[in-house]
């Protein structure tokens, strides 16, 4: 195994740009390769920006879902070395799970390292996972698992089946409606660096081949756990199946359901009932 | 109903540190703050998931968005979702006020058990749209046609871009705060360096209690801070004598940035309950809020001092207990301007003030000084005006059960609009 310490997080345009240009003749195993960063401080300006785009309030603990913004360009990293076996353009994240281990403190110096693992078998391509770890004080506080799906790739002989399912329960009350502008992707883009074209504009989008512009995943996913604010475990797992995509603009239904001292909740058209997203929140 | 009424328990409180105006805060909203500040007092007394009777908040720069900020909050904190609460709003009396109708529930047996807070920000304060702005856009809302959207549109002049600031200025005179309270100061001959003494008392008393730790359990640590950004540990009346005035005219000005308090951001939340409900959930009483009184001046047109209505409340509230002014062992009296603080206790020793303006027989007389404000106030720890009450009731609370039981303190709180909010605690 290689590892890899960068002193500051990579330029994430500039990634996406090698992305385009190196999508073609991928292909062998994942690589036996991790990036960290050691020491990583939070900037209270991102944080409160970041707070603000996805309606967490600005607390002493870091949002759970906000070491993932940390984890994810050293992701993107990984994903656009030239040993990647598979395209960036074109992976969908299909599943995200963090386990958060203890609070963490917004004035923690953490390390973060990133790996690729568990190349698996889907009925329509291959699946990937982005891992990440962070630590603090030497302990770990925090995982990250990113499940992407290449379609009509296909992963090496004797790979493991997918993992795709999120379980779930019935989630049939609805307990918010969000409407979503249509700049909601450009926003999230700004503070995650996640500028995948796809996000950005109407425009952009459809040269990937969607009608419209479609909203981070993982936007949704802060915005839901943020609505649970005040009524997460401290230890906490969160799992979410990324469904259908949710287009730009949108009005849209948060439906949840107190499940064994967690959640399960669901994002869904609100006139349509198009699942967007599902997850499931449970103490660890 | 109950049959008679029974005295509230402090049970104990939270605040996060002040910050100063565009510090360490400067992008927290009042929501923020208040949900950091209850969830830390959740934290404090094992309340998580917990019913309380009821929360009553509030803040005094508040937009229009949280007009159910306390709800709001609660929502967001630890506390069970089925708390109820409401929002208060007096000026600088909001968080004396709001413990005084929590305590006043608990003494009627309508609560067992209720937290009081306040919460402001001076930077991330709400700006209103232009008024003739608002006026047109109205307007233009109301309008049924074409036609009339544009003939409304049509009266959006480039000036009106220009937003509404809230200014600390009271609306009927125009003047701030620190203007009125130089006018005070210069009736009263307040000296400069008096207002600088007490200055430094109060810096030296709040880094003082925080070096012995006694705010260990009364102030929760957020975004980075540890202590009120204010506070100056290393101020003396010579450091102080060298700034220039900023309220007054002329000669006779005094009134500085140091001897003045400064816009701050913060919040802070206070646990109250009956005696039993403490007993059972095995939590302390550190004091009951015994009595509380209000007064008001017409500062407009009638004469009195923008921030001299406690001078008014007090000797009612003393009457009613059949107390002086002398039988107190601690005294809180905010410090909106040292002036303000030596105003006040200078009227109460006045004979001619006391009995023209107060309506009193003899003078209420002076207070031992070395009795009051012994934690510090708001010159060294700031104001966050709806906040300040959570923090001296808190504070005082402390204070008297340290001191063992029996003994009895007086909280004094100016506002603006001319009012004042006073308070009897007793250990």
Redesign the interface.
Known sequence: MTRTVLDAPPAMPALFARAALTARGRGGDLPDTRLARVGVEVDPAHLADYARVCRFPLADSLPVTYPHLLAFPLQVALMTDRAFPLALPGLVHVRNRIEQLAPIGTGSALDVEVWAERFATHRSGATVDLVASVRSGGDEVWRGRSTYLARGASAPEGAPEADVEVPVGEVERVSARWRVPDDAGRRYAKVSGDVNPIHLSGLTAKAFGFKRAIAHGMWVKARGLAALSGRLPDAVSVDVGFRKPLFLPSTVALATSPVDGGWDWAVRGEKSGVEHVVGVVRPV | MAPQTRKAAIVGGNRIPFARSNGAYA???N??ML??TL?GLVARFGLQGQQVGEVAAGAVLKHARDFNLTRESV?????S?ATPAYDVQQACGTGLEAAVLVANKIALGQLESGIAGGVDTTSDAPMALNEDMRRVLLAVNNAKTLQQRLSALAGIRPGQLVPEVPRNAEPRTGLAMGDHAAITAAEWEIGREEQDELTVRSHHNLAAAYDRGFFDDLV?????LTRDQNLRPDTSVEKLAKLKPVFGQGEGATMTAGNSTPLTDGASAVLLASDEWAAEHDLPVLAHLVDAQTAAVDYVHGGEGLLMAPAYAVPVLLARNGLTLQDFDFYEVHEAFASTVLATLKAWESPEYCKEKLGLDAPLGSIDRAKLNVHGSSLAAGHPFAATGGRIVATLAKTLHEAGPGKRGLISICAAGGQGVVAILES
């Not at chain 2, 929502?75 to 506390?79: A, E, Q």
């Open positions: 992008r927290a909203s929501q923020d949900t950091a969830d929502l967001g904190s630890r506390l979702a929760t640590p957020f975004l980075g």
